[in-house]
């Protein structure tokens, strides 16, 4: 989508490995680099040849199967209850943490979060019974700034496993107290960040450290608690919005020239829509800052919608409200676009009446991977196009 050509535009003694390597995989993909196949059609012998996806989770043209995928097992675990949308952020006081520590801070966002809603769904006085939760990390904010905050669905109600039975909360529109969730919320973020300074998992100045911890207690950690789903339709519409999505996504790019890449952007200050334009090296460094940390799992879940759990409870409640688990599905993609777009992906494209056979592999082209860290491939090597 958009190309950038810059001599020094990385510099691999200033980038780790996971975000060189999928700056290199979001360029080199669907290219002839990563290799391919040729196919061939079944009625005018009509050929056409197709590359590979890097299928790096970064790459905005590789997330489409995985996002559905995903939305069909969730299918599975929905209960025929409302969900909450919760946004739980912290303040840009510890950016500076999060960047040099990503790991271990975005680690202990989801800790903090999950305590608090477990917590509250504990106490009698607002629910007392067991609570899930499903939560999102996203790093980024409109305009590819560093903005980290957790996106959380949270059913109305919990299970009470000695009664076999699903209890709601005390007002269908209400959680939790906004305030309450947020005092919380930011004291089990404190202790989680200082017990990992204790245990020197984040090293830091101890003057500047006690001043950053300061700062936070006296900070307003803002948790937004949205109105509830309608229905189970409306979470899986929700999940599909939110799951698999990078910073940014190609329709967003309005126009790319070897000066500048435009794109457009929400400002929420007014609601408008407006363009923002950047360098392409300002563009690239803006959207390699949300690469995760190798083998970070961003998408979470907790208590009766876990992995662990949800096997147990979720036929429980099932049965508690009458209803039958349904079956997983397995995404097909051809059947998809068809049905959404009425287009058969595997037509041909010249007679329209055969069908595309593949009938050879293209290797790949490109090196170990390793190999180009150890070449200084970013430093060598302009980036001739990084296609999003």
């Not at 050879?360 to 296609?387: C, H, V, W």
């Amino acid at each position: 989508m958009f190309k950038l050509a810059s001599q020094d535009l990385f510099d691999t003694r200033d980038l780790p490995y996971v975000v060189q390597k999928a700056a290199t995989d979001i360029v080199q993909c669907r290219t002839s680099a990563l290799g391919g196949h040729k196919s061939k059609c079944s009625h005018c012998n009509h050929t056409s040849i197709a590359y590979n996806s890097c299928r790096n989770r970064h790459c905005p043209k590789c997330q489409f199967s995985k996002r559905e995928q995903w939305i069909l097992d969730r299918k599975t675990d929905l209960l025929p209850v409302r969900y909450f949308h919760v946004v739980f952020t912290v303040p840009h006081t510890v950016n500076s943490v999060m960047r040099a520590f990503p790991g271990v801070m975005y680690h202990n966002m989801f800790k903090a979060a999950w305590r608090t809603v477990k917590t509250l769904s504990a106490d009698p006085n607002w629910l007392g019974a067991r609570s899930g939760m499903i939560a999102l990390l996203h790093t980024w904010g409109q305009n590819l700034s560093f903005h980290p905050h957790l996106h959380c669905i949270i059913p109305q109600g919990g299970f009470v496993p000695e009664l076999k039975r699903w209890i709601y909360t005390r007002h269908r529109k209400f959680l939790f107290p906004v305030r309450v969730m947020s005092a919380l919320y930011r004291r089990y973020f404190i202790e989680g960040i200082s017990e990992a300074y204790a245990n020197e998992s984040i090293k830091w100045d101890a003057t500047e450290w006690k001043k950053l911890v300061s700062d936070l207690r006296k900070s307003s950690f803002n948790v937004f608690v949205k109105a509830p789903f309608g229905g189970p339709q409306q979470v899986v519409d929700y999940l599909g919005r939110y799951s698999h999505r990078v910073a940014i996504t190609n329709y967003r790019i309005v126009d790319v020239s070897p000066a500048h890449v435009r794109f457009t952007y929400k400002d929420y200050r007014d609601g408008k829509k407006k363009v923002l334009q950047l360098s392409p090296k300002e563009f690239a460094r803006r959207f390699l800052q949300h690469v995760l940390p190798h083998g970070f799992a961003k998408i979470r879940h907790y208590g009766i919608l876990s992995n662990k759990s949800k096997g147990t409870y979720i036929p429980i409640i099932l049965r508690f409200f009458e209803r039958r688990r349904a079956t997983k599905e397995k995404f097909d993609a051809v059947a998809h676009i068809l049905a959404k777009y009425h287009l058969d992906i595997r037509e041909c494209p010249r007679c329209q009446n055969g069908i595309m056979m593949r009938y050879k592999e293209i290797p790949r082209s490109r090196g170990d991977p390793m190999q180009s860290r150890n070449k200084g491939y970013f430093n060598r090597t302009s980036i001739k196009a990084l296609s999003l």
